[in-house]
């Protein structure tokens, strides 16, 4: 659960911003920056950076910008950083490129892009070609009234257009197993049960 979204220049001043659950204090960019500036100073740099006020940061550098996530809870970091791949690859389909300029030049379109992506601090649609449907740039202007689309499995770039099924199917296991370790006085050291949801689906 992401709190906020910042993109900062090399100065650490902020370019944009989006607050999605009000939980954080606008300053903790610049938190951000001193910890950072304390870190490379260290040579302890890392894209996850934790700070003492109970603040995540995950980061990371795109033609001389931060774009910077910032949580207060135990969020799953790896799923953050791919969040923020997602959001440069779909910044880049609007833009060509990322930078300070094309985002002072388009701050609407990244603030419709922004709130799309994420809703309430969880991540939405980051699929660029599901996202040209709903927000058109000038290259991409509609006649009539923008409509969703018709087909959004059509839209995704992980499925091929034409397969059908005869039946729709889903199948779903759940792979449990429990982990138990016992002490010579028959105290409990360790128990766990852990468990993988296997989907296989027919649509």
């Not at 920056?33 to 003492?52: A, G, Q």
């Not at 791949?85 to 985002?103: A, G, I, N, T």
């Not at 290259?139 to 923008?146: C, I, R, V």
Request: contains cysteine; proline residues 3%; glycine residues 4%.
């Amino acid at each position: 659960m992401i709190s906020a979204i910042f993109i900062l220049d090399v100065k650490g001043r902020v370019i944009i911003s989006r607050d999605y659950r009000g939980d954080i204090s606008p300053k903790c960019a610049e938190r951000f920056m001193t910890r950072l500036n304390e870190l490379e100073v260290e040579s302890k740099l890392t894209p996850i950076i934790h700070d003492e006020a109970g603040i995540s940061f995950v980061y990371l550098t795109v033609s001389n910008l931060y774009v910077l996530a910032v949580t207060r809870t135990n969020v799953n970091a790896a799923s953050v950083v791919c969040f923020l791949h997602r959001l440069v690859d779909v910044f880049k389909h609007y833009f060509q490129e990322l930078e300070e300029e094309s985002l002072r030049d388009n701050f609407v379109i990244v603030y419709e892009l922004l709130d799309e992506v994420m809703d309430y601090g969880y991540p939405q649609f980051t699929e660029a070609k599901i996202l040209t449907e709903y927000i058109k740039t000038d290259a991409y202007k509609l006649e009539a009234a923008p409509k969703p689309p018709m087909a959004v499995t059509n839209a995704v770039s992980w499925r091929m257009e034409g397969i059908k099924y005869k039946k729709n199917e889903v199948f779903l296991d759940a792979v449990e197993s429990v982990n138990l370790l016992v002490h010579s006085n028959g105290s409990v050291v360790l128990s766990e049960v852990v468990g993988v949801l296997r989907m296989c689906v027919y649509l």
